[in-house]
């Protein structure tokens, strides 16, 4: 059974960095689709950043030029990294799994971004 567990949240002040985890077990993730969404509060999940099998990468407008979706296939990790960060990112963080038919979810990682 595929399995996604998510570390690294927590709480930072506004500018700092935060760098999100996500491993994976039982599936290859260099074959998949990885991405990462977060739902603020009140709103919908919404897409973050995505990194394809083929190693293309896209980000939401609102992340483009402070995040980044590093992957390290030998750890079968995939990453979050989050510089500049603003209270508006303030969200719980999802790592997502796409392959085909198979769509798995991490348990979630709470990031708030308050002074």
């Known amino acids: 059974q595929v399995q996604l567990v998510e570390s690294g949240g927590g709480l930072v002040q506004p500018g700092e960095s935060l760098r999100l985890s996500c491993v994976a077990s039982?599936?290859?993730?260099?074959?998949?689709?990885m991405s990462w969404y977060r739902q603020r509060p009140g709103k919908e999940r919404e897409l973050v950043a995505r990194?394809?099998?083929?190693?293309?990468?896209n980000y939401a407008d609102s992340v483009k030029g402070r995040f980044t979706i590093p992957r390290d296939n030998a750890k079968n990790t995939v990453y979050l990294q989050m510089n500049s960060l603003k209270p508006e990112d303030t969200a719980v963080y999802y790592c997502?799994?796409?392959?085909?038919?198979?769509?798995?979810w991490g348990q979630g990682a709470q990031v708030t971004v308050s002074s």
């Open positions: 990194i394809t099998n083929g190693g293309s990468t």
């Open positions: 997502n799994l796409g392959h085909y038919g198979l769509n798995c």
């Open positions: 039982e599936f290859a993730i260099s074959t998949a689709f």
